[in-house]
């Protein structure tokens, strides 16, 4: 598993790469942008023909993002996002030592990502005001820390050790769309589907854990 992430990670930063040499070659600008905005993730869990999705939580993302332009349409863009993930859970929802929760208090998880997507962009002038832009792309996530909390209790999740039942690294692929002025200003709206499971080897034989976020927000590119 490690090798394959390395290979993805390697795959990305090499798309990224093809994408600054096209945009050298044509002599056309490379943008840089921030962005910044409000997340809502939510968790797939699945075990065998069953599969439940479990409420979506309110988080928050920031990023950066350098656009190489290969055309009048088309553009490359990697960037690099702090994003908060996880799933919110109500009470019925959880089971301890097999035995069930009812108090009324909800419980979270939430996962602090570092994030490196490359996106496919397609840009479609509106008018003299600005452009709409579509985008796909995969992303590949390395866990930065994480913890659950329960009420008033917060544990933190301990990658690595024996009793962790989460692993750090996610990948999957994310969509987006947007709308920029020309003086750089831009709203967008996006989503992540996680394709790898983020629950560790043992456990992901009998169950999954999957990430899928949506989010809405601004940014500005110069």
Do not use: C, W
């Not at 019925?92 to 490359?118: C, H, M, Q, R, S």
């Not at 995969?138 to 050790?161: C, M, Q, R």
């Amino acid at each position: 598993m490690k090798n394959q992430m390395k290979k993805l990670v390697l795959s990305l930063l090499t798309v990224a790469g093809l994408g600054f040499a096209a945009s050298a070659q044509s002599n056309k600008p490379v943008i840089f942008g921030v962005k910044a905005g409000v997340a809502f993730p939510n968790m797939t869990i699945s075990s065998g023909s069953t599969s439940v999705s479990f409420d979506a939580k309110t988080s928050y993302y920031v990023g950066g993002t350098a656009e190489f332009v290969l055309s009048d349409v088309i553009s490359i863009q990697p960037g690099l996002t702090f994003i908060n993930k996880g799933t919110k859970l109500a009470s019925g929802d959880i089971d301890f030592e097999d035995n069930d929760i009812t108090t009324t208090e909800e419980a979270t998880l939430n996962f602090k990502y570092l994030e490196l997507p490359v996106n496919l962009l397609a840009n479609f002038k509106v008018g003299s005001s600005g452009k709409v832009f579509l985008g796909a792309g995969p992303y590949f996530a390395y866990a930065l820390s994480a913890n659950g909390k329960y009420g008033s209790i917060k544990e933190d999740i301990k990658f690595g050790e024996a009793e962790s039942e989460f692993k750090r690294t996610d990948f999957g692929l994310n969509f987006l769309a947007g709308y920029q002025l020309n003086n750089g200003f831009n709203i967008h709206a996006g989503y992540g589907l996680g394709l790898s499971s983020v629950a560790d080897t043992d456990l992901s034989d009998e169950i999954t854990f999957k990430n899928k976020v949506f989010s809405v927000g601004v940014g500005f590119s110069f």
